[in-house]
């Protein structure tokens, strides 16, 4: 019944993909009749006399998406990742598409109009309307999977920490179908976790795999050997099933790897992690082209909410808070005050709670949807900070994190952000740190001016669905 779910999705989409590229065509060449541009139409015939190149569009698009792997989704793909790969198929198979058309309809395709305007209309309305179709029949697909259809069985191994984030992080995110079976870990003396049971220890996985029919494993063992992980990869390797590594500080250290020499002595680099040259001066060009533009474009509503507070509780607009930013430098965060002013008088510094007692009505509200961040585009205006980054600590907590967290302060190396790969992936609010800090360092080393865009855009969706939010 799986593979026949999974297979009925593959079909679906891709007739979805051939009726896109076949409508975009077809509106391509009504837009070449309408539309006289670049150049006037030399001889629009009838849009039969076109159809072969249409069929040669439809094939080398399709071979192109095969190869681009679009029709292997994986389950945890995001919009946006679909979206930037879907832009780069569509237009390799449209430089394809002219390239076969121009052999295969030589003499054909001389007499008619296939011009760059029909060309490039043929590009943007393919990757707009696949692009939209895909998203439908992902929202579908997902919808689907959480109702049972197409899901896969799940095993986790490792009772700990990082497994049990990984089964919330599961049941928060029901589309992607995973049922969780079942934990495995050597040493479990507890009959249920979360709800879930204990099911045995992992030298019975290859049976436990056959016995509740799994179809994939999820090793959450960050801090056993690589030589344990191994045995474990290969004890599920018996049973066939797809397995997946949460990684250990090691790797993360070694996402980038440099080769280098000390006067002929081979040196590898792997702390390297800081941004320089053009990558620099690029970041800075967006960070202040971002809050110049967002600035402008969300005045109306912080001038709306600063009104506001005023009318909804005593004290100043703005809250300014003593952050630690580049190289653990401290320097000045703006936020707009959801608090009741002197919160912390009788606290001391402490970090918000749900439901915090200290919010103000509007406070509440503002901070659900992440609005008292807004004036932080002043602070990215001014260098202080950037639109995408690990976020600031106060140097209170950064002085305890330091103390507890391997590598905590190498975050510091880069600008703080309004938001970052941590936040977007559900780490706001009171949550770990530790697990926070392995998002930011992962950003950090692997950053690229696709990934900030790609976090803004997710940070933009979650405003309106993240439960970490206060």
């Known amino acids: 019944m799986k593979g026949k779910a999974r297979l009925l999705f593959t079909i679906s989409l891709v007739v979805l993909d051939v009726s896109a590229i076949a409508l975009a065509f077809y509106l391509a060449y009504r837009?070449?009749?309408?539309?006289?541009?670049?150049?006037?139409?030399?001889?629009?015939?009838?849009?039969?006399?076109?159809?072969?190149?249409?069929?040669v569009q439809i094939l080398a698009m399709?071979?192109?998406?095969?190869?681009?792997?679009?029709?292997?989704r994986p389950r945890?793909?995001?919009?946006?990742?679909?979206?930037?790969?879907?832009?780069?198929?569509?237009?390799?198979?449209?430089?394809?598409?002219?390239?076969?058309?121009?052999?295969?309809?030589?003499?054909?395709?001389?007499?008619?109009?296939?011009?760059?305007?029909?060309?490039?209309?043929?590009?943007l309305l393919t990757i707009v309307l696949a692009g939209t179709g895909r998203f439908a029949h992902g929202r579908v697909q997902r919808a689907l999977q959480a109702r049972g259809l197409g899901g896969a069985r799940v095993l986790i191994v490792g009772t700990g920490e990082v497994g049990q984030m990984i089964l919330q992080k599961i049941r928060h995110l029901p589309g992607l179908g995973y049922e969780v079976m079942?934990?495995?870990?050597?040493?479990?003396?507890?009959?249920?976790?979360?709800?879930?049971?204990?099911?045995?220890?992992?030298?019975?996985?290859?049976?436990?795999?056959?016995?509740?029919?799994?179809?994939?494993?999820?090793?959450?063992?960050?801090?056993?050997?690589?030589?344990?992980?191994?045995?474990?990869?290969?004890?599920?390797?018996?049973?066939?099933v797809n397995i997946k590594v949460y990684p250990d500080i090691f790797q993360i250290m070694a996402a980038q790897i440099s080769i280098g020499d000390l006067g002929g002595l081979p040196l590898l680099t792997v702390r390297d992690i800081a941004l320089r040259g053009w990558r620099l001066t690029l970041k800075r060009v967006v960070d202040l082209i971002g809050s110049a533009v967002g600035l402008v474009v969300s005045s109306p509503l912080m001038l709306l909410v600063a009104a506001l507070i005023k009318l909804d509780?005593?004290?100043?607009?703005?809250?300014?808070?003593?952050?630690m930013g580049l190289d653990a430098k401290a320097f000045w965060m703006i936020k707009f005050r959801s608090m009741w002013a002197d919160a912390e008088s009788e606290t001391g510094p402490v970090w918000a709670t749900k439901d915090d007692p200290r919010r103000t009505r509007l406070g509440a509200f503002i901070r659900r949807?992440?609005?008292?961040?807004?004036?932080?585009?002043?602070?990215?205006?001014?260098?202080?900070?950037?639109?995408?980054?690990?976020?600031?600590?106060?140097?209170?907590?950064?002085?305890?994190?330091?103390?507890?967290?391997p590598r905590y302060m190498d975050r510091h190396r880069e600008k703080s952000g309004i938001t970052g790969w941590a936040q977007v992936n559900g780490l706001r609010g009171d949550t770990s740190i530790a697990e926070r800090t392995k998002y930011d360092l992962w950003y950090i080393e692997n950053w690229s001016l696709f990934l900030?865009?790609?976090?803004?855009?997710?940070?933009?969706?979650?405003?309106?669905t993240s439960k970490n939010a206060y």
């Open 452 to 464: 900030d865009f790609k976090i803004i855009l997710k940070t933009i969706f979650n405003a309106f």
């Open 369 to 405: 949807f992440s609005i008292d961040e807004l004036p932080q585009l002043i602070n990215v205006l001014l260098g202080e900070m950037s639109l995408v980054g690990p976020r600031p600590e106060r140097p209170v907590f950064g002085e305890q994190f330091r103390q507890s967290i």
């Open 62 to 72: 399709v071979t192109v998406f095969f190869f681009y792997q679009l029709y292997h």
């Open 76 to 123: 945890a793909l995001s919009s946006i990742d679909e979206f930037y790969s879907l832009f780069g198929a569509v237009s390799v198979g449209i430089i394809v598409a002219i390239a076969l058309s121009s052999l295969t309809f030589k003499n054909s395709v001389l007499e008619l109009d296939y011009s760059r305007g029909m060309i490039l209309y043929a590009w």
């Open 182 to 240: 079942g934990f495995v870990d050597d040493g479990g003396d507890l009959e249920t976790i979360r709800g879930v049971p204990f099911v045995g220890p992992i030298s019975d996985l290859p049976s436990l795999i056959d016995e509740h029919s799994i179809d994939e494993v999820i090793i959450a063992l960050p801090e056993d050997s690589h030589e344990e992980i191994l045995t474990i990869i290969s004890l599920c390797e018996r049973g066939k």
């Open 313 to 323: 509780s005593t004290g100043p607009v703005f809250y300014v808070q003593e952050r």
């Open 31 to 55: 837009l070449r009749r309408w539309i006289k541009w670049p150049t006037p139409p030399l001889d629009i015939g009838p849009f039969h006399s076109y159809m072969g190149m249409m069929v």
